[in-house]
C-alpha cells in the first residue's frame, strides 16, 4: 500500500527521501512524489507516474533541495493512475500534505470547500485534507492546531505528513489508522510509514498510536494523544539492518524469500522447543491464564494469512480443538454468534492489514475475551491491540505474493496446535513426535527446493494458458487455494483451488487439454480418493502436473508429469508440499515477464479496506 517519508534536518534531506522511497517500493505503487521547502522559502515540488526511479532522475534533473521534505509512493483509491493525482498535494503555495489512508466523507468537505472558494487540482481525497489545514491557518492558527483541527474533522483511517512555507523547520505527523513511525538521530527527525525506509538513517524509533500527533522540529519530538494531551511515547530500537532489503545473488525478492525458508522457520522455532517438549512462554507472560480460558477458537485473516488459518482449523480439529476460520472482510460485518471461552486469533504478515485490525476491534466489542496474534513485525498495530502475540520471525516480507511468512505462519499455529491439544490430553509421546517433526521441517523444505530445477523446465507448459486448477484434499485444500493465489497473483493467469471431491460437481465441466490441473498428492488416508479424482481428469484428457510422495503409485505419462516429493508426516505435510507450488508461480510469471515482486493492482501491506 502506499509510503511515507519525510525529515527535518540540517542538511539537504532530498536523497534520505528518494532513499526512504526505494525502500518502501515493495508495498506496491503506480505513482511517486515529493515536496521539499527550498532555500527561497517556497516549495520544491516533483511527480511523476511509475517507478521511484523516475521520480529521481526528475529530482536530479531540477536539482531539488531543501532541509526539510515529504515523499509519497501511491497506490491509486480515488482518482486515476495520473501525476495530478499523485502525492504530495499542496494548497495555494503554502501547506504540503501526504496521505495514507482513505478520507470517507470526502465528498462532504469537497463540496463546502467548493463553496469556500477552494480549487481542486486533482482527483484524490487527500486534498480536502490539504485545504482544510490552510482554511485553518489562514483562522490564526499554528500548523500544529491546524492539523488537529482538521483530523477531528475527518473520518476514515489516515497517516499523514504535513509541511508548510509559514513555518520551515517544522514537520507534523498524525496518526488514525495506517503505521506511521518517527525515527530519531542527533538532531535529525524522520517520518516513515515502515522501518524499512527508517534504517540507513537510524535504528530509534517511535510507534505513533492511533489518536497522536506529533510536532517534529529540529528541536525535537512532542506528541499529543487524540485528547490533546501531551504524552511520551517509548523509544524503540530495531534490530533490523539496512542490508535487509538487499537482494544478494537472487533475481528477484520472491525467489531469495522461498530459499530462505529453512532459515525462516529455524528462527520461528528456536527458542520455543525444549527437547520434546513445547515452550508455552513462547506466547507471552499471560499465556497459560488465556490459554486455560479457551475452549475452541475462531481464526480471523485475509489472503494468504486465512489459508495459514484454513491448514490450522484440520490441525486443531483433528485433535480435538473446536475451530472456525474466517475471512476478515467479512467476519467484521454480520453479527458473530460468540461461543463462551473463545479465543479470537489474527494473523497477519504485517500486522497492519486494516481488516484484519477492524475485525479485532469488532470482536472485541461482540464479547471474546481473550486475542492472540500470529505475526511477522513486533512494532505492528495487531500486535499491541492483541492479548498476546506469537511473532514469526521470518524477517522483511519485500515481495508482494507472500511466501516464507506464510510457512512461518504454519509453523506457528502447529505450534498453537500442540499447546491447545495439551489441554485435550495430548500424550507425552504425541507431543514429542510432533516437535520431532517440527525440527525435521527446515532440513525438509531443503529437500523441496531441489526440485526447483525441475519445476523451472515445466513452467513454459503454463506460459500460454489461461486457466490452471489446483487439487487438494484435506489439509491440502487450502495449500491448494494457496498454490493458485500464488500463481494468479504474479503471472496473471486465472487460477482456482478446490478441493479435489469437489470437481464433479461442477469444475470438471471445464477440464479439457487446454485446462492444466495441478494436484498435490502426499501420502496419506486421503490418497486413494485423490487418485480417483485425477482418474477423473485423464478420462476427459486433462494435463496433469502432479506433485506427490514416491509412494503415492502415481504413473507419469506424456499427459501427467510426476514431481516426487520427500517422504514426509502428515502433520507437517501442508507446510513442505507449499514449496514446490510457489516455485511453480515463480518460474511461470518469470517465463512470462511480469513484474514477479510488484505485481500490478496489488500491494504488500493493504492498510485499507
Request: proline share 4%; with cysteine; hydrophobic share 45%.
Amino acid at each position: 500500500m502506499c509510503g511515507i517519508v519525510g525529515a527535518v534536518a540540517a542538511r539537504n534531506i532530498v536523497p534520505v527521501l528518494l532513499e526512504g522511497l526505494r525502500r518502501l517500493e515493495y508495498r506496491g505503487y503506480d505513482s511517486a512524489g515529493i515536496a521539499v521547502i527550498d532555500g527561497a522559502n517556497q516549495f520544491a515540488r516533483t511527480r511523476r507516474i511509475g517507478k521511484v526511479k523516475e521520480l529521481e532522475g526528475a529530482v536530479d534533473q531540477e536539482s531539488v533541495l531543501g532541509s526539510t521534505g515529504i515523499a509519497h509512493t501511491r497506490w491509486a483509491t480515488h482518482g486515476g493512475v495520473t501525476e495530478r493525482n499523485a502525492h504530495p498535494h499542496i494548497c495555494w503555495g503554502t501547506v504540503a500534505v501526504v496521505c495514507n489512508g482513505i478520507i470517507e466523507n470526502n465528498d462532504a468537505l469537497r463540496t463546502q470547500q467548493l463553496a469556500d472558494g477552494f480549487e481542486f487540482t486533482s482527483d484524490t481525497d487527500t486534498e480536502v485534507i490539504v485545504h482544510q489545514i490552510y482554511h485553518h491557518l489562514n483562522q490564526g492558527m499554528s500548523l500544529l492546531q491546524a492539523v488537529r483541527a482538521t483530523t477531528a474533522q475527518l473520518e476514515g483511517s489516515y497517516a499523514l505528513g504535513v509541511i508548510s512555507v509559514r513555518e520551515p523547520g517544522r514537520l507534523i505527523a498524525a496518526r488514525n489508522g495506517p503505521p506511521l513511525l518517527v525515527g530519531l538521530r542527533d538532531g535529525e527527525f524522520f517520518i516513515a510509514s515502515d522501518i524499512a525506509a527508517l534504517l540507513p538513517v537510524t535504528q530509534n524509533y517511535i510507534v505513533l498510536e492511533d489518536g497522536d500527533v506529533a510536532d517534529i522540529s529540529s528541536e525535537g519530538v512532542s506528541i499529543y494523544d487524540d485528547k490533546g494531551e501531551r504524552v511520551e511515547r517509548e523509544v524503540l530500537e530495531s534490530q533490523l539492518t539496512a542490508d535487509v532489503v538487499n537482494l544478494g545473488a537472487y533475481r528477484h525478492f520472491m525467489l531469495k524469500e522461498i530459499f530462505e525458508q529453512p532459515a525462516a522457520i529455524a528462527e520461528t522455532l528456536e527458542g520455543r522447543i525444549a527437547g520434546e517438549r513445547l515452550l508455552e512462554s513462547a506466547f507471552g507472560y499471560r499465556a497459560n491464564e488465556i490459554f486455560d480460558a479457551c475452549e475452541d477458537v475462531q481464526f480471523v485473516a485475509c489472503g494468504t494469512s486465512y489459508h495459514a488459518a484454513l491448514v490450522a482449523k484440520y490441525w486443531l480439529e483433528s485433535l480435538g480443538v473446536g475451530c472456525n476460520a474466517e475471512i476478515a472482510s467479512e467476519f467484521r460485518y454480520r453479527p458473530v454468534v460468540v461461543r463462551p471461552r473463545s479465543l479470537l486469533v489474527t494473523i497477519s504478515q504485517s500486522g497492519e492489514t486494516a481488516d484484519t485490525l477492524a475485525a479485532l476491534e469488532y470482536a472485541k466489542g461482540r464479547g471474546f475475551e481473550h486475542s492472540l496474534t500470529i505475526c511477522n513485525v513486533p512494532e505492528s498495530s495487531l500486535v499491541r491491540a492483541s492479548d498476546v502475540a506469537l511473532m514469526t520471525r521470518a524477517g522483511p516480507e519485500i515481495g508482494v505474493a507472500s511466501t516464507k511468512a506464510f510457512t512461518a505462519q504454519l509453523t506457528a499455529l502447529l505450534l498453537l496446535t500442540i499447546v491447545l491439544a495439551r489441554r485435550r490430553g495430548l500424550a507425552a509421546r504425541d507431543e514429542a513426535k510432533l516437535v520431532q517433526e517440527l525440527r525435521s521441517l527446515p532440513a525438509k523444505i531443503e529437500q523441496a527446493l531441489a526440485l526447483d530445477e525441475q519445476i523451472r523446465a515445466i513452467a513454459e507448459q503454463l506460459v500460454d494458458k489461461q486457466h490452471v486448477l489446483f487439487l487438494g484434499r484435506g489439509a491440502h485444500y487450502p495449500v491448494a487455494l494457496e498454490g493458485a493465489l500464488k500463481l494468479k497473483e504474479i503471472s496473471y493467469i486465472h487460477a482456482e483451488g478446490y478441493a479435489a471431491g469437489e470437481l464433479k460437481h461442477g469444475p470438471l465441466a471445464l477440464i479439457d487439454s487446454d485446462m492444466p490441473v495441478v494436484a498435490v498428492a502426499p501420502n496419506n488416508e486421503l490418497l486413494e480418493k485423490l487418485k480417483s479424482n485425477i482418474q477423473e481428469v485423464r478420462a476427459r484428457g486433462g494435463k496433469l502436473i502432479v506433485f506427490a510422495d514416491p509412494a503415492s503409485g502415481i504413473q507419469q505419462d506424456p499427459h501427467c508429469r510426476v514431481f516426487e516429493v520427500a517422504p514426509v508426516d502428515d502433520c507437517i505435510a501442508p507446510i513442505i508440499y507449499t514449496v514446490p507450488l510457489q516455485l511453480l508461480a515463480y518460474h511461470v510469471a518469470v517465463t512470462k515477464g511480469t513484474d514477479v515482486d510488484k505485481p500490478r493492482n496489488l500491494a504488500k501491506s493493504v492498510t485499507v479496506e
